[in-house]
C-alpha cells in the first residue's frame, strides 16, 4: 500500500509561482510513476505531468515551459514547481502513483491541494 499526501497549494495572483510537493509513504518499492493531475470546478480530471523511476517526464501542453515535476533523491517525494501561473491554472491539484505489487497494476491518490491562481 503506499500513501500520498499533498502539502502546498494556496491564492496565487496571475504570473506567480507556486510548488506542491507530494510525500509517498509505504510500499514506495512498488512506485514506477508519479505525476501531478488537477481538476477545476465542472472539468474533468486531467493529467499535468508525470515523472518516471527513470526520471523521463512527460507533461500536458497547457502547461509545458511553465511547470516542472521532480522527485526527491529517495523517489519518495514529487514536486511541481509551477510559474507563470494563469487563472486557467486554477484548480485542485492531485498527486498520483502507479506502479505494480505482486504482478498486480496498482494505482493511489491523494486527497488533493487546492491551487488558486486570482487577481
Known amino acids: 500500500q503506499v500513501q500520498l499526501v499533498e502539502s502546498g497549494g494556496g491564492l496565487v495572483q496571475p504570473g506567480g509561482s507556486l510548488r506542491v510537493s507530494c510525500a509517498a509513504s509505504?510500499?514506495?518499492?512498488?512506485?514506477?510513476?508519479m505525476g501531478w493531475y488537477r481538476q477545476a470546478p465542472g472539468k474533468q480530471r486531467e493529467l499535468v505531468a508525470v515523472?518516471?523511476?527513470?526520471?523521463?517526464?512527460n507533461y500536458a501542453a497547457s502547461v509545458e515551459g511553465r511547470f516542472t515535476i521532480s522527485r526527491d533523491s529517495g523517489k519518495n517525494t514529487v514536486y511541481l514547481q509551477m510559474n507563470s501561473l494563469k487563472a486557467e491554472d486554477t484548480a485542485v491539484y492531485y498527486c498520483?502513483?502507479?506502479?505494480?505489487?505482486?504482478?498486480?497494476?496498482?494505482?493511489?491518490w491523494g486527497q488533493g491541494t487546492q491551487v488558486t491562481v486570482s487577481s
Open positions: 498520483n502513483a502507479g506502479g505494480w505489487e505482486r504482478g498486480v497494476p496498482v494505482e493511489y
Open positions: 509505504g510500499n514506495i518499492g512498488s512506485i514506477l510513476t
Open positions: 515523472i518516471t523511476n527513470a526520471g523521463d517526464t
